[in-house]
Nanobody, 119 residues
Framework: QVQLVESGGGLVQAGGSLRLSCAAP????????MGWFRQTPGKEREFVAS????????RYVDSVKGRFTISRDNAKNTVYLQMNALKPEDTAVYYC????????????WGRGTQVTVSS
């Protein structure tokens, strides 16, 4: 079964940085856009960022623009989310998704990685 495996979450103070990774062992999404979503208890999962298969086009939710950067390494079948200037409101479980169309998620999700930002 296809799996997307996230890593890199953790506890960080406000203003700090984390780098999330999403690997796709056993399957390549080289020809597809991929992205990140996040979810907090009691809320719907929200779009955070996506990147085209070539890596030349990216999208972000307004609340993370200028602070988060999505990138990918197709040779490693991995997508990254560099998160800087983290805020307590960024606290959530972050999920990787593929294949995406614009901000619309596809059928493959990872199990998520917890990001907690303390004030």
């Amino acid at each position: 079964q296809v799996q997307l495996v996230e890593s890199g979450g953790g506890l960080v103070q406000a203003g700090g940085s984390l780098r999330l990774s999403c690997a796709a062992p056993g399957r390549t999404f080289v020809n597809y856009a991929m992205g990140w979503f996040r979810q907090t208890p009691g809320k719907e999962r929200e779009f955070v960022a996506s990147i085209s298969w070539r890596g030349d086009s990216t999208r972000y939710v307004d609340s993370v623009k200028g602070r988060f950067t999505i990138s990918r390494d197709n040779a490693k079948n991995t997508v990254y989310l560099q998160m800087n200037a983290l805020k307590p409101e960024d606290t959530a479980v972050y999920y990787c998704n593929a294949p995406m169309v614009a901000t619309i998620p596809g059928g493959y999700w990872g199990r998520g990685t917890q990001v907690t930002v303390s004030s």
